[in-house]
């Protein structure tokens, strides 16, 4: 497995960007619809308002597309510069895959474009992903894109699901340099045994039923697997964790970046957290954050990002990375 900085072509990680519908619905707008309380909710999860997407204009080929041409305006390219699109997405606007919609209004004549499908892991998976593809030479520019409008798919009635999620879309342009490698390790897991925890199931009717998820289980699951695959990739970087400069988790829960950051004993100011903005919007969450630190210069050239995304799969990865 080439997962180290001795391969032949190294990774370089170069623009980001993003993009949320208008849009926006708080806490207390969710207790007009189902018996809830902008106490229980920001308390228990950190969320106090998410944005949803409006109809057609927020498609998820139109967040991620806004979301792809900022970041490769921020990479200094131009989309006849792109390769590769990765769309990691659990809610495509089409069941064929919504990358050739996306490649199409980015204009990114050249690229081969499809989608990837590991819900809130979806991010580091594709990471992963568009990697190995420049790490063998294939691909120079690769534009990843995590975009998710679960909104669609939350059962508005149901207190204990529709209260966490938002819509958005997060970008990340990734380049080939045959001097450096900034990908310094990365880590992968799937658990189908957990594949019940966390779905959005085929109905049997042309359609699928509402996301459906045992939380109290999910939460376990993270707190116990995030940290091991954390480890794992800054292991692999032969690093520590006093090494890392910002933390990025996935953005579904306050609770577990607290536990985490506790369990490592990290200064909690490096853990990057927007989920009392957005909620929980699945691949988009990391993207997202990271985007809105590099953004504030909080993120910059050669500081040590560390990322962990987990959910529905169940799947988990990390992948540790040098920014810039
Ligand atoms: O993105 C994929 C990964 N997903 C996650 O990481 C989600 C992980 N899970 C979680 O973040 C938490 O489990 C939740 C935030 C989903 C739920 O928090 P919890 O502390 O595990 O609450 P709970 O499910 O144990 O529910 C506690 C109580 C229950 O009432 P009883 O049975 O104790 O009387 C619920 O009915 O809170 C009640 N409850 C609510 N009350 C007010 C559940 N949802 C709500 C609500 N408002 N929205």
Redesign the pocket.
Known sequence: MINSASSLVGVRFIGSGSAVPDRVLTNHD?AQM????DE??AS??GIRERHIADGDADSVANLAAKAGQKAIAAAGLAPADIDLIILSTSTSDDLFGTAGRVQKILGAERAVAFDLVA??SGFVFGMVTASQYIRTGLYRNVLLIGADVLSRWVDWQD??????FGDGAGALVLQADPAQDHLLGFEMRSDGKGNDL?NINYSGRSTFEPIS?N??E??RF?VRRVPEVIEKSLNIANLTVSDVDWLIL?Q??Q??IDAVVNRFGIDPAKAVSNMGKYG?T?AASIPIALDEWVKAEKIAPNHIVAIAG???GLSWGSAVFRWG
């Not at 189902?34 to 309380?37: F, L, N, R």
């Not at 207190?159 to 966490?164: D, E, H, K, W």
């Open positions: 969710l189902v018996d809830t309380t229980w909710i228990r999860t819900a809130c207190r204990r699901t529709c209260i966490l966390l998820m939380g109290q999910v939460y993270a996935h579904a829960n609770r577990i929980n699945s987990f959910g529905a």
